[in-house]
């Protein structure tokens, strides 16, 4: 199944799908451990929240760049839902997805 993934505005991201990362496209972004999201070049990305959004604290301590995961076949590209009323800001938090 795949989960869809808002930017913190309300537009839609992308999903993920078998604890890997994908934009609206289906490119491969990186993979979900333990709630984290790490980007397919090993460094730290950011944190799910509330089941469908990627947030970055602001003031953590680098993290250790991790071993880079085989790249995933590319599922079928979903159709993309509606986008979402925008989110209030959190302190000390920012939207991981806006790298992108």
Known sequence: MKTKVYRWNGQYFGFIYNDRLF???SKY???ID???????NGHYL???VDEC????????????VRAVRATPAVPAVPAAPAA???RAARA?????????
Not at 53 to 64: C, D, H, K, Q, W
């Open 23 to 25: 934009d609206k496209n």
């Open 34 to 40: 333990g709630g984290e999201v790490w980007q397919k």
């Open 84 to 86: 979402r009323a925008a």
């Open 92 to 100: 000390s938090t920012v939207d991981a997805l806006d790298q992108y």
């Open 53 to 64: 959004y990627i947030l970055r604290r602001v003031n953590m301590a680098a993290r250790a």
């Open 29 to 31: 972004l990186g993979w």
């Open 46 to 48: 950011g944190e799910i």
